[in-house]
C-alpha cells in the first residue's frame, strides 16, 4: 500500500497542480500539453513600447501566444503582422527591432520579451523662417522631440500652419536617421510678405473707402499681429463716415492655446471695442473649446424702402457671451456637448424717418442660457483656386450638425420670457479631383406659446475644377510652371443661396444687390424679407510663359520700390484670372408674394487677382455687368464695378 502510493503521489501532485491552473484560467487543455515538449512551450510573452495600442489587441494579431509552441519563423511573420498594421494605422516608421528581441529557452519552456519602437522623433529642422523665431513654428506642431511621429499628426499640423496668414505653403517631411535610430522631421515654411503700412483705396463703383494703416501680421516674428488705421467709408446715399481703429491679436497667450483678440474703434457716434478671449478646438485631439466675448458698439443702422433710403438709427449695442464645450471621439468622428450664455442690449436712436416706412425697430434686453449638442465627421483635401487664389487651401470634406436650445427669463434679467431653437448642418464632399461641393443650412427661431421670428438660410455651392486638365499651373514654392506660352486652369462654380425671414416685419430685412452678389445693380437696389439668388460663374486662372514674366516684372519693380528699406528682393506673387458670370435672383415679402416671371438678371465679365505671397490681402476685381431688370430702363445698361474681396 505505501509502495502503491508513492508510484500515485506524482500522478496526484500533476492532477492537483492542472486543477489549480484551470481554476486561475491560465492552463491549456491537457491533450495540447500531453502532445507538446514542454522545453518548446511558450510559458511567458512580454510586449512593451505600444503606447498607441493596447496589448491585448497587438496579442490579437500574433499566432504566438502562451502554452503554444514556439516557432521561430513564426514569430518573424507575427512581427511582419504587426508592423504592417502600425503602417495601416498611419505610423510609417513602426518597426519590432531585431536586437531587443529575448528568447530564452529553459527546461520549462520559452520565455519570450519583445519591443515595438513606433517611431519616436529625435530631430525636428525647420527651414525657410528668415523672420519668424523657431519656437513660434514648433509650438504649432502636434508632435515634438520624443513623441511618436505619425500621419495624422503630420497632416492636421499643416493644416494648422496653412492657417497662420504670415505663412504661406507648409511642408512636413520625416525620414528614419539610422544613426540615431529615430525619426527625423524637416518642416519647410514660405514666409508670406507683409505690408508694414499701407495706403489701401479699397474703393467700388458704388462707393469707397479709404484706407491709411499700419499693420504688422507678424510682430517681430512672434506670431502676434497689430494693426492701426484710419478709415473713410462712403456710400451712395449714405453720410461719410470716419473713424480710428486699433487691433491687437495675441495667439497663444503665455504660450498656452488661449488667444487674445481686441479692437478700439473711434468714431463720432461714438466709441466701440470688443475683446475675445478664445480656447479654440486646436486640434482634433482636443477634448474641449470655450470662447468669452465682450463688445460695445455704436453703429449706423439704415432701412430700406424701394432701394431709397426711408430711415435712419444709431444702434447702441452692448453684449457678453461664453460657451464651453466638450467633445468626444476621435480625430475622424466627434461628438460634443457644449452649455453657453448671453446677455445682449440694443437700443436704436431714430435720427431721420419717412412716414412711408414700415421699419419699427425694437429696444431689446435679451439674456439667454442654453445647451448645444452636436456631432461631426472632419476630414479635409488639399487643393487651391476654390476659395483663394495661389495659396494652398484646405477644403473641408466631411459633415457637421449641431442644436442649441436656450431659454430667456425675466428671473435672470431678460425683457421677457422666450424660448430659442438653433439647428445648423454642413456638408463637404468631392468626386475624383474635379467635382467638390458644400452645404449649409442654418435654422433659427424665437417662440414664446407660439413661434413669433425664425430666420432660415441656406447655401450651396458646386465647383468643377481643371475641366481641360491642364494641371498646377501656380505654386508658392516654384512660381508659374514651364508649361508653353499660355496656359489655363479652369474652374466652373454654380452657387445658391437663400435667407428666408419669418415675423421680422419692421424689425429686419434683407437686401439683394451688388453687395451680396447680384451683380450689375446698386448695392441695396431690392429689398424684402426673403430672397433667393443662383450665380453661375466660370473662372479662368491665367498662366504660361506670358503671365510669368508679367509676374516677374512686377517682381523686379516691387523689388527696386523697396528695396531701399528691406535689404531683400520681393515677390508677390500675382496670380490673375478671367471670368465669366450670370446672376438671377428673387427676393419678395408679405406685400409680395414669390413671383417666378419677376426674376432680378444680370450677366457679365471681369477680372480678378491677387498677391498670394503677401499676407492678409483680398482678391481685387475688375467686373463689367449688364443688369438685364433694372428698374425704369428698356436697354441693356452696363455698371463697371472694380473694389476688393475677400475670397475668390
Known amino acids: 500500500m505505501p509502495r502503491l502510493f508513492i508510484q500515485l503521489l506524482p500522478l496526484v501532485c500533476l492532477l492537483v497542480t492542472f486543477t489549480v ?26 510586449i512593451s513600447g505600444n503606447d498607441s495600442f493596447p496589448e491585448a489587441q497587438i496579442r490579437t494579431l500574433m499566432r504566438t501566444d502562451v502554452w503554444r509552441t514556439y516557432d521561430e519563423n513564426v514569430l518573424k511573420q ?109 518642416v519647410t515654411v514660405k514666409e508670406l510678405w507683409t505690408l508694414l503700412g499701407a495706403l489701401e483705396p479699397n474703393f467700388n463703383s458704388q ?11 507678424n510682430l ?49 457716434i461714438g466709441d466701440s471695442w470688443r475683446v475675445l478671449l478664445e480656447r479654440p478646438q486646436y486640434s482634433l485631439k482636443s477634448r474641449w473649446s470655450a470662447r468669452f ?48 450664455a448671453t446677455a445682449r442690449r440694443s437700443t436704436y436712436e431714430l435720427i431721420e424717418k419717412s412716414e412711408s416706412s414700415a421699419a419699427a425697430l425694437r429696444n431689446r434686453d435679451i439674456k439667454r442660457f442654453g445647451i448645444t449638442v452636436g456631432r461631426q465627421r472632419v476630414a479635409y483635401h488639399k487643393t ?15 459633415s457637421q450638425y449641431g442644436l442649441s436650445l436656450g431659454h430667456a427669463s425675466p428671473l435672470y434679467g431678460s425683457d421677457r420670457t422666450e424660448s430659442y431653437v438653433e439647428l445648423a448642418l454642413g456638408n463637404g464632399w468631392m468626386r475624383g479631383q474635379r467635382l467638390f461641393g458644400t452645404t449649409t443650412i442654418a435654422l433659427n427661431t424665437n417662440f414664446t406659446s407660439r413661434i413669433e421670428r ?24 516654384s512660381g508659374f510652371k514651364e508649361n508653353g506660352l499660355f496656359d489655363f486652369h479652369q474652374t466652373f462654380l454654380a452657387q445658391f443661396k437663400t435667407t428666408m425671414q419669418f415675423g421680422w416685419r419692421g424689425e429686419s430685412q434683407v437686401a439683394l444687390g451688388a453687395l451680396n452678389g447680384l451683380r450689375g445693380y446698386s448695392l441695396r437696389q431690392f429689398s424684402g424679407e426673403k430672397l433667393m439668388l443662383m450665380s453661375l460663374e466660370s473662372r479662368t486662372v491665367l498662366g504660361g510663359t506670358v503671365f510669368r514674366k508679367l509676374h516677374d516684372g512686377i517682381d523686379t519693380v516691387a523689388t527696386f520700390c ?21 446672376d438671377i435672383g428673387y427676393i419678395w415679402n408679405g406685400k409680395r408674394t414669390f413671383n417666378l416671371a419677376d426674376p432680378k438678371r444680370s450677366v457679365g465679365f471681369g477680372l480678378r487677382g491677387s498677391f498670394s505671397q503677401v499676407g492678409g490681402t483680398g482678391i481685387f476685381l475688375i467686373e463689367y455687368a449688364f443688369a438685364l431688370d433694372a428698374p425704369m430702363s428698356s436697354a441693356l445698361s452696363p455698371k463697371l464695378f472694380y473694389g476688393l474681396e475677400r475670397a475668390f
Open 21 to 46: 491552473q484551470l481554476a486561475l484560467g491560465a492552463a491549456p487543455p491537457l491533450q495540447t500539453v500531453r502532445s507538446q515538449n514542454a522545453a518548446s512551450v511558450v510559458r511567458s510573452l512580454v
Open 207 to 217: 462707393g469707397g473707402r479709404f484706407l491709411a494703416r499700419v499693420r504688422e501680421a
Open 220 to 268: 517681430s516674428g512672434t506670431g502676434h499681429a497689430t494693426q492701426f488705421s484710419y478709415e473713410r467709408i462712403s456710400e451712395v446715399d449714405e453720410k461719410t463716415r470716419s473713424f480710428f481703429r486699433w487691433k491687437y491679436e495675441m495667439p497663444r497667450l503665455f504660450n498656452s492655446h488661449w488667444n487674445f483678440d481686441g479692437e478700439y474703434t473711434q468714431e463720432r
Open 562 to 582: 523697396v528695396m531701399p528699406f528691406t535689404g531683400s528682393p520681393v515677390n508677390i506673387g500675382l496670380v490673375l484670372s478671367a471670368t465669366v458670370f450670370a
Open 454 to 477: 425664425s430666420i432660415i438660410q441656406a447655401r450651396t455651392t458646386l465647383f468643377y475644377t481643371d475641366v481641360f486638365n491642364t494641371g498646377d499651373i501656380y505654386t508658392l514654392e
Open 78 to 186: 507575427d512581427f511582419d503582422v504587426i508592423v504592417r498594421f502600425y503602417h495601416e494605422k498611419g505610423f510609417p516608421f513602426a518597426r519590432v527591432p531585431q536586437e531587443k528581441l529575448a528568447v530564452k529557452q529553459f527546461g520549462d519552456g520559452v520565455y519570450i520579451r519583445f519591443e515595438i519602437d513606433e517611431g519616436i522623433i529625435g530631430k525636428i529642422t525647420l527651414a525657410g523662417n528668415t523672420k519668424t523665431k523657431d519656437a513660434v513654428i514648433l509650438r504649432e506642431l502636434l508632435f515634438g522631440i520624443g513623441d511618436v511621429y505619425t500621419e495624422a499628426d503630420k497632416e492636421e499640423s499643416e493644416q494648422i500652419l496653412r492657417r497662420k496668414r504670415y505663412i504661406g505653403d507648409p511642408r512636413i517631411e520625416a525620414r528614419w536617421d539610422a544613426l540615431s535610430q529615430t525619426v527625423s522631421v524637416h
Open 293 to 340: 466675448h465682450l463688445l460695445e458698439s455704436s453703429d449706423p443702422v439704415s432701412w430700406y424702402e424701394d432701394a431709397t433710403r426711408t430711415d435712419t438709427f444709431e444702434q447702441h449695442l452692448r453684449g457678453v457671451s461664453g460657451r464651453i464645450r466638450r467633445y468626444f471621439g476621435d480625430r475622424q468622428q466627434q461628438t460634443y456637448v457644449g452649455l453657453w
Open 384 to 398: 487651391r483656386f476654390l476659395m483663394r487664389m495661389g495659396q494652398t487651401e484646405n477644403f473641408f470634406i466631411g
